[in-house]
């Protein structure tokens, strides 16, 4: 009795352990550094990240040397961190007119346990470029979501210098042609660097700077989309994880299967929902300024970007480190 008590001690510790180390992570996502680096993703320097035009090009070349310098390495089978996808795959999948070669961003970090298994925190890179001389920011639509996974890349590269590393695998997706159609995640899905059956989740993050008009007098929200759709357990972690850590209100308003705005079709995690991997869509809902000139840096709330951006670092931090892979209950049978 003795040796179980002190067995289920050690594993006791452990875990509080583990949440004392996700916990002091998380601190490193700071939203001075999302700021930062917002202020620069969706600056007119880049042009609206049309895709395959220069100012995309800036776009990935500037998430590139992110990771370069923080050391996050490219994951294995790209070109020095990119998937490059050829203009004519996206002019046919688009069907939208003529598109110009363009690529994905990955970079990774291996599990110390079982790095065959990965975990994709996913943002699309692009936005839709200029129009009548107009540069569309896009400092929400998506460049929130791009500057948070840099962030949230940071802190488990951090962890893992201090030998606190996931144990699983964790690939940072960022995809292009999302505004095109969701090709850039398309493309993944087709043509995936790793294996879609070794693939545990997909947490993909898109809109989660700002705040739209039905929660004005209580900004601390977010937007869950898609949770319970194929794992009942993904939806129980994340509850979980939530209330431990960031007590912000999830709002599961748009996860209706008869949502009129059908947005668990319109963002890149369905694309990996459609190949039964569990996903978790992060979106703070649509403002005045969605898909205008006026989505900018200056309107971001970047305390908030920085509480939703932590809640998905331990959500990831959770499903890379549990002992089991989660359980997919509620696959899709593929007509």
């Known amino acids: 009795m003795k040796k179980i008590i002190f067995l289920l001690s050690v594993i006791a510790l452990t875990g ?35 895709t395959g035009e220069p100012g995309q090009k800036k776009a990935v070349e500037y998430l590139r040397n992110y990771y370069t310098k923080n050391k996050i390495t490219a994951a294995k089978g790209t070109e020095n961190y990119f998937q490059p996808i050829s203009s004519a795959w996206l002019t046919n999948a688009s069907r ?5 070669d363009s690529e994905n961003v990955l970079a990774f970090i291996e599990g110390s346990e079982k790095p065959e298994e990965i975990i994709v925190i996913s943002a699309h890179l692009d936005h839709v470029g200029t129009e009548n001389g107009e540069i569309y920011n896009g400092a929400d639509d998506d460049g929130s ?24 695998s964790i690939l ?46 209580d900004s601390n929200y977010v937007y869950l989309i898609g949770s319970d759709k194929l794992s009942t357990e993904l939806h129980e972690i994340s509850e979980n994880i939530n209330k431990k850590y960031a007590n912000i209100n999830l709002d599961y308003k748009y996860n209706d299967d008869n949502d009129p705005n059908r947005f668990y ?34 309107k ?33 049978t593929k007509k």
């Open 265 to 298: 079709y319109r963002s890149d995690h369905y694309n990996f929902a459609k190949h039964n991997i569990p996903v978790i869509f992060y979106f703070n809902g649509t403002h005045a300024d969605y898909h205008k000139p006026t989505d900018t840096p200056d």
């Open 96 to 100: 939208r007119g003529s598109l110009k």
């Open 145 to 168: 979501g791009t500057v948070a996974i840099l962030e949230i890349a940071e802190a488990f590269k951090k962890a893992t210098k201090k030998g606190n590393g996931p144990k699983r």
């Open 16 to 50: 509080c352990a583990s949440n004392i180390e996700a916990t002091k992570f998380a601190k490193r996502i700071k939203a001075k550094d999302l700021q930062k680096h917002l202020y620069t993703y969706a600056s007119d320097e880049f042009e609206g990240r049309d």
């Open 172 to 217: 940072f997706l960022h995809v292009t042609g999302e505004e095109k159609g969701l090709l850039g995640s398309r493309y993944y899905t087709e043509h995936p660097i790793f294996p879609l059956a070794n693939t545990v989740a997909n947490l993909n993050i898109d809109m989660i700077g700002r705040v739209d008009k039905f929660h004005q007098t």
């Open 300 to 332: 971001i709330n970047y305390d908030l970007l920085e509480k939703r951006a932590r809640l998905i670092f331990h959500t990831a931090w959770e499903i890379a480190n549990r002992k089991e892979r989660i359980i997919v209950d509620k696959a899709v």
